[in-house]
């Protein structure tokens, strides 16, 4: 899993709150358990005008050309609600958005998001509000992201900080999962181990 330690991206604008994960991966293409293959069926029913996934919807904003290499989404509150399927940050990082800014998520989303290498960014509405505008008006304008000092920059070059708790941020600064962070004390794990009596194994 890469890590993430500063990302400097054009940010796609999602102006729309209460996004659920059912709009996010659509049930019908929960069909694998791999973690591939559900980027071409992110936001399906809203970038498609059929259900073969054929006739791409000119009016559904992720789909201009100058957000095909976005990495950032800014999008409204409560953004992930729904069911707690993990497809959903799958699909979404496989359509290669690694970074979310939202003035909330709903939980397991946002702890699923963190477990699979993305950063849920929560600023206030307000500023949410800000960049939205920003990013609407200059389609294609950059983003700047920075995990190793829990920053966001702006379009027009403000600086807002931003939290997150210190395990979260050394597992992505690293590119660790949850098994990979364990790992990590492999050594002291077998010294342990070497240790415990044999009637006791």
Same mark, same amino acid.
């Given at each position: 899993?890469?890590?993430?330690?500063?990302?400097?991206? !054009?940010?796609?604008?999602l102006?729309?709150?209460? !996004?659920?994960?059912?709009?996010?991966?659509? @049930?019908?293409? %929960?069909?694998? !358990?791999?973690?591939?293959?559900?980027?071409?069926?992110? &936001?399906?029913?809203?970038?498609?005008?059929d259900?073969?996934?054929?006739?791409?919807?000119?009016?559904?904003?992720?789909?201009?050309?100058?957000?095909?290499?976005a990495? +950032?989404?800014?999008?409204?509150?409560?953004?992930?609600?729904?069911?707690?399927?993990?497809?959903?940050?799958?699909?979404?990082?496989?359509?290669?958005?690694?970074? +979310?800014?939202?003035?909330?998520?709903?939980? +397991?989303?946002?702890?699923?998001?963190?477990?699979?290498?993305? %950063?849920?960014?929560?600023?206030?509405?307000?500023?949410?509000? !800000?960049?939205?505008?920003?990013?609407?008006?200059?389609?294609?304008?950059?983003?700047?992201v920075?995990?190793?000092?829990?920053?966001?920059?702006?379009?027009?070059?403000?600086?807002?900080?931003?939290?997150?708790?210190? &395990?979260?941020?050394?597992?992505?600064?690293?590119? %660790?999962?949850?098994i990979?962070?364990?790992?990590?004390f492999?050594?002291?794990?077998?010294?342990?181990?070497? @240790?415990?009596?044999?009637?006791?194994?």
């Open positions: 899993m890469a890590g993430i330690q500063k990302m400097i991206s !054009v940010a796609a604008p102006d729309r709150s209460n !996004v659920d994960t059912d709009q996010i991966i659509p @049930k019908q293409f %929960l069909t694998k !358990v791999e973690r591939v293959g559900f980027g071409e069926h992110c &936001f399906h029913d809203w970038r498609y005008l259900e073969a996934g054929t006739q791409v919807n000119p009016d559904f904003i992720l789909n201009q050309p100058v957000y095909q290499d990495h +950032i989404l800014v999008t409204r509150e409560n953004f992930g609600c729904g069911s707690s399927r993990e497809h959903a940050p799958w699909a979404l990082k496989e359509m290669g958005y690694t970074i +979310i800014l939202a003035p909330s998520f709903a939980d +397991i989303f946002y702890g699923n998001a963190l477990n699979n290498g993305m %950063l849920p960014v929560k600023l206030s509405e307000q500023v949410i509000d !800000v960049i939205m505008k920003q990013l609407l008006a200059e389609p294609g304008a950059q983003m700047t920075d995990l190793e000092s829990k920053t966001v920059i702006a379009p027009d070059g403000t600086c807002y900080d931003f939290d997150l708790n210190d &395990f979260h941020r050394e597992c992505l600064l690293k590119g %660790l999962d949850s990979g962070w364990t790992l990590q492999e050594d002291a794990i077998s010294e342990y181990e070497a @240790k415990i009596p044999a009637w006791r194994s």
